[in-house]
């Protein structure tokens, strides 16, 4: 038997913009409850939860206030029981969100921490004192602006972020903070929880000599999520995460999950060598997949794509990726690579094309509806990223906005109240419920495909091998056993006419994408996918 996640499709929920069920404008646990049935009817394997825990949200719940509570905005301990075991009869996995390099600011461990230098906490989190001249120790800088480090009056010392002011780092290297952590896992493990996402999971061990970090040249080539904007992407990330002892750490970790059956964690792993660091991680004995932001950029194109899968394979013989085209941190996919009227088409065929990779699939939350990115204007802005670095970069606001489901309901069937962000005009008409009763909408495709897809093995595990990258066209086969799917994506808004290396190729009962075998040709139109039967001798 396969293991679960290997190839599985995970969808992932941003919980304060998906349904909100008590009228406070704010998705809940409940509300994804409600929705659950929603979620399997895609066909997707299981959902990914963004955090839900008790925090003052000043990042959203990514400033973890209690690690073994639900923040009462979201429900309750029992919401979230109730939700596992939903989701379970229904056959689907959950893994949920873990922040465990940096809490929040009100944590109680930071509120111990900063009271003293010499309390049981002291070392908890990463102290340091300043330079003679009152600066800080080094150059290390926050992605969200500025210096990662924070003068603290109390203790007369700077601490370390690098996020928020209040998302204060956790320092890993001492082993009490890596059992404080490693129980409150244990804590969901317990529940029923399936997996987990862990959050910047190369972020938690920082060099102890806390060295500079060294300059990046001008012309260092982009390798991911830089802004050209933000002085953090001007460094190389030498010293203030990627240190090897993180790998010892998440060895324990992986331990803990041995002692579940069925557990896994996806890391996501931000770094200036995305894919050799991704690949890194994901080992037997340490994490089961990780993602990067290689295909969360702005580069769309064939090349591109087969590099970052053809370097991670490289990279790591039986160690298995992750993917994912959008999430709650970047532009939505369907504005990112299609422009701001990105064809409809384009939507569908990059929902196939995510669910065809060799990897494990993260669809985000509206990609099913093909919604484009937002536009939130500066004064209902509320990402602290954002409104730092606005206008330059609009934070990411755009692709957190709520899902609408009904295009008749006030605010869209979302809440009875005014949402925390506007719901766009135009992401209405892409009601869930409208799109339900369209066969050819978005979600009726992702509906078909993905059921399709579960009935052909070689998607979820089989080995791919890249045929064409040329003339924006971008063809693989996955392979299993007897089984060669032939996958032919055109990236283009013009029509292509893609020779195949065989004639030995049979079409199949896909859903229309639109592409068409024409004698031993593949007629593409504009954002058209074929999938094709290859004999096994072929190729
Ligand atoms: O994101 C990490 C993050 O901000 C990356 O996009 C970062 O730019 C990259 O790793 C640097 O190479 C996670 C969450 O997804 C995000 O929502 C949180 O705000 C952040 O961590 C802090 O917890
Ligand atoms: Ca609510």
Redesign the pocket.
Known sequence: MREWWRGAVMYQIYPRSFLDTNGDGVGDLAGITAKLDYIADLGVDGIWISPFFKSPMK?FG?DVSDYCDVDPLFGTLADYDRLIEKAHALGLKVIIDQ?ISHTSDAHPWFTESRASRDNPKADWFVWANPKPDGSPPNNWLS?FGGSAWQWDTRRRQYYMHN?LTQ?PDLNLHNPEVQDAVLAALEFWLQRGTDGFRL??ANFYMHDRLLRDNPAKPADTAPTG?ERPDNPYFMQFHRYDKSQPENLLFLRRLRELLNRYPDRMAVA?I??DDPIGRTAEYVQADLLHTAYN?SLLNDTFNAPHIAKALIAFHQATDDGWPSWAFSN??VKRVVSRWGGPDADPRLGRMLTALLSSLRGTAFIYQGEELGLPEAEVPYDKLQDPYGITFWPDFKGRDGCRTPIPWDVEAPQAGFSTAEPWLPIPEAHRKLAAGAQAHDPESTLAFTRQFLRWRRSHPAFATGAIRFLDTADGVLAFERVLDGERMLCVFNLTGETRIWTAPTVQIAPTDAPGLGGRLEGGRVALPPYAAFFGAVAAEAM
């Open positions: 990042d990514y922040v992605i996020f998302q959050d910047t999520d996501e931000g770094d932001f709650h941190d």
